[in-house]
C-alpha cells in the first residue's frame, strides 16, 4: 500500500522535498494550504479524512491530545499523527525519518489510524557509515477510546 505523509508547516521545504527525493510520497503543508495559519484541528482532520499520515515536529500537539475523547473530531476523521522528537535540523530529521522508513511502515501495518506516536531520531552515524533506524512509539490509539 502506498501510503502519502502530510508535512507540517514547522518542518519547513527541505524535509519535504528530502523525503520526496526518496521516494515517500509526501504533501507539504504549504501544498495544500494557502495560509499560515490553519489551526491544527483543522489540518490533522483534513489528513484523516484524505487517509493521509500526518508529520509533525510540534510536540505540543502530543502534549494536548493525550486522550482521543480531546478532540472527537479529530479521531474521528482517522488521522494518523506521528511527532518527529527531538532538537535536531530538519535536514537531520529527515534522513533520520528515510533511514527508518522500514520501521515506519511495519509500525503503519500493525497500527491503523487514528493514533498519535513519537518518533525518536537514531544519532548520526560517523562518517561512511550507515545511520540505523529510529524508533516509533504509540502515545495513543482511536482502538483504545473508550
Same mark, same amino acid.
Given at each position: 500500500?502506498?501510503?502519502?505523509?502530510?508535512?507540517?508547516?514547522?518542518?519547513?521545504?527541505?524535509?519535504?522535498? &528530502?523525503?520526496? &527525493?526518496?521516494?515517500? %510520497?509526501?504533501?507539504?503543508?504549504?501544498?495544500?494550504?494557502?495560509?499560515?495559519?490553519?489551526?491544527? %484541528?483543522?489540518?490533522?482532520?483534513?489528513?484523516?479524512?484524505?487517509?493521509?499520515?500526518?508529520?509533525?515536529?510540534?510536540?505540543?500537539?502530543?502534549?494536548?491530545?493525550?486522550?482521543? &475523547?480531546?478532540?472527537?473530531?479529530? !479521531?474521528?476523521? $482517522?488521522?494518523?499523527?506521528?511527532?518527529?522528537? $527531538?532538537?535536531?535540523?530538519?535536514?537531520?530529521? @529527515?534522513? @533520520?525519518?528515510?533511514?527508518?522508513?522500514?520501521?515506519?511502515?511495519?509500525?503503519?501495518?500493525?497500527?491503523?489510524?487514528? !493514533?498519535?506516536?513519537?518518533?525518536?531520531?537514531?544519532? $548520526?552515524?560517523?562518517?561512511? %557509515?550507515?545511520?540505523?533506524?529510529?524508533?516509533?512509539?504509540?502515545?495513543?490509539?482511536?482502538?483504545?477510546?473508550?
Amino acid at each position: 500500500m502506498s501510503r502519502v505523509f502530510f508535512v507540517d508547516r514547522d518542518l519547513g521545504k527541505a524535509f519535504p522535498a &528530502a523525503l520526496a &527525493a526518496a521516494g515517500i %510520497e509526501v504533501r507539504p503543508y504549504c501544498a495544500v494550504f494557502a495560509r499560515d495559519d490553519v489551526l491544527d %484541528e483543522i489540518w490533522l482532520a483534513h489528513c484523516g479524512r484524505q487517509g493521509w499520515i500526518a508529520l509533525t515536529h510540534d510536540r505540543s500537539i502530543g502534549l494536548r491530545r493525550r486522550s482521543p &475523547a480531546a478532540f472527537p473530531e479529530v !479521531f474521528a476523521s $482517522g488521522v494518523g499523527l506521528i511527532i518527529l522528537m $527531538g532538537h535536531r535540523k530538519t535536514s537531520d530529521l @529527515a534522513d @533520520a525519518f528515510i533511514c527508518s522508513r522500514t520501521k515506519v511502515e511495519a509500525f503503519l501495518d500493525r497500527h491503523p489510524p487514528p !493514533f498519535i506516536a513519537k518518533f525518536y531520531s537514531s544519532p $548520526g552515524a560517523p562518517e561512511g %557509515e550507515k545511520r540505523g533506524p529510529g524508533r516509533i512509539e504509540m502515545i495513543v490509539s482511536g482502538s483504545t477510546r473508550r
